[in-house]
């Protein structure tokens, strides 16, 4: 058995002591032991070094509220790419062409331009194959078209007698006129409202007569209720009264005029002119008391009293009379029915357009002085 080394013993035990002695005589300080008052003054207290809490290279992005879509920036375009993508923005963006306003050709040699739609109308003018005019009206069913201006009236004209372009934009005139018959030749003036004080100067201006229209501007006559001679009577001599018929050499082809004074007798010496064709004059007295005869060829007549014994007269212009260029309304049903072979103008639609050819027929017509 080997003996135990007591040494290292013994100098653990020291240690230990030692080290128990010093933790009593710290207790000792802290008060453990002993009074306050006899206590060692405490060390000051060390003050901590601040965690180091490193700053994130990127801050977080700032949250969109829930609403908000996200934000994505455009991807980056080549310059042709851009140029590409901005042509159709603004081709849809041009402005539209602007719409062509609805115009009317005649195709017919001559058409009626009626102051309502429809050929019991009261007649405006006529017009020939090429003229224009702008539309300012149609009917529902677009038979008719409503033009500016004949004779410096807006009036209607038959649409199968015409081309219209851009018609869909012609408004549906609903306040179309209503169908007027025109007024016989014989008709009386109508009568003027009384006056309740002397005219004004002014409206004595006002109520003084128009100038008559041009009168090549259309084949209808002009009838001022305030000339002085008025047209009485007119008629075209057709088919079985006029010596035969409208084909037979014997047949006339005249104007028989006559002129008379407020108590119905002939005037003689009165002066009748043509204001278009070849605008001569004739004076009465030579057939008759106040009587006179025109031959008609190819000239056209629209004839006025210019003048009689007393001087210058105002006058009623008549409708455009002749074989070749004639108002065209008034030869309708005068020289035979659609059934005739050699006739002429049995409706205004049918054989009844410029020129009238190889047709004889005669007219009568009477001025009379009224006031």
Request: charged share 15%; aromatic share 6%.
């Amino acid at each position: 058995m080997k003996p135990i080394n007591t040494l290292p013993t013994l100098r653990c035990r020291a240690a230990i002591a030692g080290v128990t002695l010093s933790v009593l005589l710290s207790l000792a300080g802290c008060g453990l032991f002993g009074s306050a008052a006899t206590a060692p003054t405490p060390l000051p207290t060390r003050t901590p070094f601040p965690t180091f809490t490193p700053t994130p290279l990127v801050a977080p992005a700032t949250p969109l509220p829930a609403s908000a879509p996200p934000t994505v920036a455009p991807a980056p375009v080549e310059p042709a790419a851009a140029a590409s993508t901005e042509a159709p923005l603004a081709a849809a963006t041009a402005t539209p062409a602007p719409v062509t306003a609805p115009q009317l050709t005649i195709i017919s040699d001559a058409v009626n331009v009626r102051r309502a739609p429809s050929t019991d109308a009261e007649l405006v003018g006529m017009v020939t194959a090429g003229q224009q005019f702008e539309v300012t009206g149609r009917t529902a069913a677009a038979d008719w078209w409503q033009v500016c201006c004949v004779a410096g009236q807006s009036g209607w004209v038959f649409g199968e007698l015409a081309t219209v372009t851009n018609g869909d934009a012609a408004p549906i005139t609903a306040d179309a006129p209503a169908v007027v018959e025109a007024p016989p030749a014989t008709a009386a003036p109508a009568p003027q409202p009384e006056a309740t004080a002397p005219p004004t100067p002014a409206e004595a201006v006002a109520e003084a007569p128009a100038a008559p229209p041009d009168p090549a501007a259309s084949s209808a006559g002009w009838f001022d209720p305030n000339a002085q001679y008025q047209i009485v009577h007119f008629k075209v001599l057709g088919l079985e009264e006029n010596n035969g018929g409208i084909r037979d050499s014997s047949a006339q082809h005249l104007i028989f005029l006559t002129v008379l004074d407020q108590n119905g007798n002939g005037v003689d010496g009165a002066v009748v002119r043509n204001l278009v064709g070849e605008k001569g004059e004739v004076v009465t007295g030579n057939k008759g008391p106040g009587k006179a005869e025109i031959t008609m060829y190819y000239e056209p007549f629209k004839l006025a009293v210019a003048s009689d014994p007393s001087g210058p007269v105002t006058s009623q212009v008549s409708n455009q009379m002749g074989l070749v260029f004639p108002h065209l309304p008034d030869l309708v049903g005068k020289l035979g029915d659609v059934n005739y072979e050699y006739g002429a103008c049995p409706t205004i639609d049918i054989k009844c357009t410029w020129p009238i050819s190889a047709i004889h027929f005669s007219y009568e017509i009477t001025f009379q002085k009224v006031k």
